[in-house]
């Protein structure tokens, strides 16, 4: 089955405490996103990858770190939680770029942190 | 930054009842997505349209370019059609480098029945 799966799936931790949430997906997508969700705001893009190795800054980079070491694999890394990086977290892929391709949504990771 | 402007946010109706979610957007955009968000929060594309009409069961979403506006339709609505629904657009020129969607912030839809 086609899909993009999340790890953990719920999160509580204690500010300054490393952690990383994995996101994996079966489809061979070159497109990679991870997005935040906070109520009022919607859905805002932290970080991207167009390929393995390549990433980049999407709108609220600040707090996160990224890695793409194989194309499966994206996962996010919080090295230093604050308690304003409490959220629904989204991982995504596609095809390509949004401009042109449907994007997968994994389950969703909510993270507090205390 | 460019907004993406959802009407409206909140929307209540019976079974049975024929729904519009309206979307607007600023400026130039290569495609606009319609997601749909569980209440369990898993969220699934609808429709990825850049012009025109597409169509999926009861499920209408139209674009016009013209007007910076795209609508979701629902046919003979059912208390499963419950969510939120949300519009996204992938802007031409976004800047800052993200390459990403601009989300509305979602309209959350009760059907009952």
């Known amino acids: 089955e086609a899909q993009v799966t999340q790890n953990p799936r719920y999160l509580i931790t204690v500010t300054g405490k490393k952690l990383t949430v994995t996101c994996s997906q079966n489809m061979n997508h070159e497109y990679m996103s991870w997005y935040r969700q906070d109520p009022g705001l919607g859905l805002r893009q932290i970080y991207y990858s167009m390929n393995v190795e390549v990433t980049d800054k999407g709108d609220v980079p600040e707090g996160y770190k990224v890695s793409r070491k194989e194309k499966r694999n994206f996962p996010l890394i919080l090295e230093s939680p604050s308690p304003n990086q409490t959220s629904l977290y989204f991982c995504a892929s596609s095809r390509g770029t949004p401009s042109y391709n449907e994007q997968f949504f994994g389950p969703g990771t909510r993270l507090t942190v205390l | 930054k460019n907004e993406v402007e959802q009407s409206p946010q909140n929307l209540t109706a019976q079974e049975g009842e024929f729904i519009t979610i309206n979307c607007s957007y600023s400026?130039?955009?290569?495609?606009l997505h319609w997601l749909q968000q569980h209440p369990g929060g898993g969220i699934v594309s609808l429709f990825m349209l850049s012009s025109g009409k597409k169509k999926h069961g009861r499920l209408i979403a139209t674009i016009n370019i013209q007007e910076k506006h795209s609508s979701l339709h629902i046919t003979a609505s059912h208390p499963r059609d419950s969510a939120v629904y949300i519009c996204a657009v992938r802007y031409k020129y976004s800047g800052g480098g993200a390459d990403g969607l601009t989300f509305g912030k979602g309209t959350h839809l009760i059907i009952q029945p």
């Open positions: 400026v130039g955009i290569s495609a």
